[in-house]
């Protein structure tokens, strides 16, 4: 059996897929740790590049000898629900200013998206997270 490398931080961080690169903020984020930014840039493009320009979450675990392991996440659910219904941005006063619609159907796909992220049981469940999120958004749930 292997030993067991030594934990030394995990860092979450948000970057557009395929486009990793040494500058802030992953610079700023590993840097200090001692990793190899441009091995991890590599290995993140590499693992990202189909996934065109979405944003997507990556928790990197360093290891005491500076080496590192990463996973992805699926995209926040307010950049899905976003390139769902063509939105810029969302509303800056969520409650009055309505800026969009989303239709069930459109819920119930980003809740199948995000269901392994999510701390639900079903994809009602889910769809009720990702209703909400579009609600915060100032996204109008049809249905």
Not at 25 to 43: E, I, R, S, W, Y
Not at 63 to 79: C, G, H, L, N, V
């Amino acid at each position: 059996m292997a030993p067991v490398k030594k934990i030394k931080a995990i860092v979450k961080l948000q970057i557009a897929a395929g486009k990793a690169n040494p500058a802030p903020p992953v610079g700023t984020a590993l840097g200090p740790h001692g990793v190899n930014m441009q091995d991890f840039c590599m290995k993140f493009n590499e693992k990202t590049r189909e996934l065109g320009d979405t944003i997507i979450p990556a928790i990197i675990t360093i290891y005491e000898d500076r080496s590192f392991s990463f996973i992805t996440k699926k995209p926040p659910a307010a950049i899905l629900i976003k390139k769902a219904i063509k939105l810029e941005k969302g509303s800056a006063v969520p409650h009055k200013d309505k800026v969009g619609t989303i239709t069930r159907a459109q819920l119930e796909e980003i809740a199948k998206i995000k269901m392994e992220d999510l701390n639900a049981n079903d994809i009602e469940a889910a769809m009720k997270i990702m209703a909400g999120t579009a609600r915060s958004m100032g996204v109008v749930v049809q249905g």
